[in-house]
């Protein structure tokens, strides 16, 4: 089994920044992407940011351009998410996901696109 370990969460004022980790461990898997999606309480799981593994390209949902930076580290398989200027409605818990299978560019969207998740990390925003 695959397991992921989101970390970097937490209370921050608006206008703030976090930067959030994901690391993932387990059993020999291939990765051919990472995303970070969000779910605020009595909302669906939204797409924030996604990374291809093998090119970096990188693709955002419209609440977080301009604002959010997805990253990698290679070296410890390790994704990123840097969030500038949040805001109140940034407020969620944030999920973790990973591609294990090769699957078509538009599915990093989707949350039915990932293979694994993690058990997400809270980010508040107060105003």
């Known amino acids: 089994q695959v397991q992921l370990v989101e970390s970097g969460g937490g209370l921050v004022q608006a206008g703030g920044s976090l930067r959030l980790s994901c690391v993932p461990s387990?059993?020999?898997?291939?990765?051919?992407?990472m995303g970070w999606f969000r779910q605020a309480p009595g909302k669906e799981r939204e797409f924030v940011a996604a990374?291809?593994?093998?090119?970096?390209?990188?693709y955002y949902g419209d609440s977080g351009k301009g604002r959010f930076t997805i990253s990698r580290d290679n070296a410890n398989n390790t994704v990123y998410l840097q969030m500038n200027n949040l805001k109140p409605e940034d407020t969620a818990v944030y999920y973790c996901g990973l591609r294990a299978r090769p699957k078509y560019n538009g599915s990093y969207y989707r949350a039915g696109g990932y293979d694994y998740w993690g058990q997400g990390t809270q980010v508040t925003v107060s105003s």
């Open positions: 387990g059993r020999t898997f291939s990765t051919y992407g």
């Open positions: 990374i291809k593994w093998n090119d970096d390209t990188t």
